[in-house]
């Protein structure tokens, strides 16, 4: 497992997050693409919390290919079109992750390729050497 580094030295977090996280020699290491928030069948939905849910679920495919989950995660970086999709974002964020925490960057976007889109996530994840 990972080990977050969050220094008490350094202003505490804004949310739950780790400022570091730091990866055990032999780790294996999952990069995966940002997602959208876009359903096997075509479908968008309407709002950006349904939209990050979607996000979370095609990176857990993705992770579930390399024998990993979203507990594996060490790194997550997040972008939403606006300050109106921060809470829907956080809030489905903050559902899906405990202790340890990964390392969460979240940013503020002008847009993506397509306009009904408003949360795009890419993630880092880390486990152990061997799949079980």
Do not use: W
């Not at 095609?58 to 979203?70: K, V």
């Amino acid at each position: 497992m990972y080990r977050p580094l969050t220094p008490i030295d350094i202003h505490p977090p804004f949310a739950p997050y780790s400022h570091g996280v730091e990866v055990p020699a032999g780790s294996r290491l999952v990069f995966c693409s940002g997602q959208l928030g876009i359903a096997l069948d075509g479908a968008i939905p309407p709002d950006a919390g349904a939209q990050t849910e979607l996000c979370f679920k095609n990176i857990a495919a993705i992770l579930r290919e390399a024998g990993f989950g979203l507990e594996n995660i060490i790194r997550v970086n997040a972008y939403v079109t606006g300050r109106e999709h921060l809470a829907a974002y956080m809030q489905v964020r903050n559902r899906l992750f405990s202790p340890p925490l990964p390392a969460s960057t979240l940013m503020i976007v002008s847009g993506f390729a397509r306009p009904e889109f408003f949360v795009e996530i890419e993630a880092i994840a880390a486990g152990p050497d061997s799949i079980a």
